[in-house]
Structure formats: C-alpha cells, structure tokens
C-alpha cells in the first residue's frame, strides 16, 4: 500500500515497483476518473474508487497476485480498506508512505506532471498543503523524496520494505 500527497512522487514509485516486482498496479486516481467520465465532472466520487480498488486488490490477491496499491490514503480509514483486503485473501501488507519535504519541488512536480489519466484535473498546491493527514499507527516504511533521484527511492523502498524483484 502505497500512500503519499499529490506530488511526493508516489505514483511513479508505484510504477517503477510494480515494474520491478511484477506486481498489479492499483490506481486509485484511474478508478476515480473513470468514475467522472461516466457520470459527469462534478461527479462526487465520494469512496466509490477506493472501494472498487479494494475489491480489485482482493481478487488479484486471492489469484495468487501481488499487488501495489497507489492512492493517498491520507485517513486511516482508507488505509484499513487496504488492510482488510490483504487480510481477506491471507497475504501480507507492506505500508509504505511517500512525502517530499521539499514544497518547491511539490510545486513544481504538479506543474509539470503528466499524470497519464486523460481527464484528470491538476492538484493546485493549495489543496496539498491544507490537506488533513491523519498519521497512521501502523509504522509504515516513510522515505522523503525530495532531492532523489527516483530510481535511487525505489531501490531504497525495495530494500527497506522487503519487497522482492
């Protein structure tokens, strides 16, 4: 379970590790979007993505799959839909939080993203930095990606989290 603000890099080290580890790739903004272009812009997605990210999650994990989970998950309420997922199926779950210290660099990453989710509107900054973050019990593995090199933290989160290639 991947969960990090818009901007700390947390979706492409959830591709980079997906590559890596064979894994599936759960994206929560996908589902979202998905959501908007059926039913309108100001559709309110309300938890419908996360929940569809859940059931998603447990079948590929039933399957014998891994699976990268790849959404904020700024409320622990969120992250135990991760949790019971993994329970349901008998794996085990690897929490990782991604932040970048850096707000330039926050800046300027959700200026210049390219999320590849056609549709999808951009994060302004302000919304990242009133986001409300609840801090999570569970101590999850955290790497700061400020000043990174990307490469570098997903090598780093494969090493510390005990993912596998």
């Known amino acids: 379970m991947m969960s990090g603000l818009p901007g700390s890099g947390k979706s492409t080290l959830s591709k980079l590790l997906a590559e890596r ?45 891994n699976v990268i989970a790849d959404a904020v998950n700024a409320v622990e309420l969120a992250r135990q839909g991760w949790r019971d997922a993994a329970a349901a199926s008998g794996s085990e779950i690897v929490e990782i939080e991604i932040l ?47 000043g990174q090199d990307i490469t570098d933290c997903a090598d780093e989160l494969l090493k510390r989290s005990g993912l596998s290639c």
């Open 21 to 65: 580890t064979d894994a599936e790739l759960l994206r929560i903004d996908v589902f979202e979007q998905d959501l908007r272009n059926r039913h309108g812009a100001d559709f309110d997605v309300g938890t419908c993505g996360y929940q569809q990210g859940y059931r998603l999650a447990a079948h590929h994990l039933r399957e014998g799959r």
């Open 100 to 146: 970048c210290s850096d707000i330039e660099e926050v800046r300027t990453r959700l200026q210049t993203r390219d999320t590849g989710i056609p549709g999808l509107a951009p994060v302004p900054l302000e919304s990242v930095i009133t986001w409300q973050w609840e801090p999570s019990p569970a101590q999850p593995v955290r790497i700061d990606t400020a």
